[in-house]
């Protein structure tokens, strides 16, 4: 399994619920391309104005497909040119994790870790 997280800092309360529109709005593009849908999170504590995006995928491959999909609609780019004035520049990020297995064991071993 894959886990793409993009991090985001919005600049005020209005950037909060604009963010939340536009990941709302990418969950519904994703939808109708019958692609992954993102939970949106942010810390209890900690940062203020932290909001995290995670998909995940059963492979690589699904997530290169779903990047495919996404990137392909002119939607995406409609949404996405929605966060740029909402976002603190500089201060987001993305990863993508894949989930940890054992290291060095039985041949064909699949348990997580």
Known sequence: MY?????MTVRDVQGWNEAVAVVHGLNDMATRLNQPRATLWTETFGVFNQLVAEVDYSSLAE?????????ADPEWFELLGRLNPVLVEGEGYTELLEEATAVGGPEGSTDSA
């Open 63 to 71: 997530f290169e497909t779903s990047q495919g999909a996404m990137t």
């Open 3 to 7: 886990r793409h997280r993009i991090h």
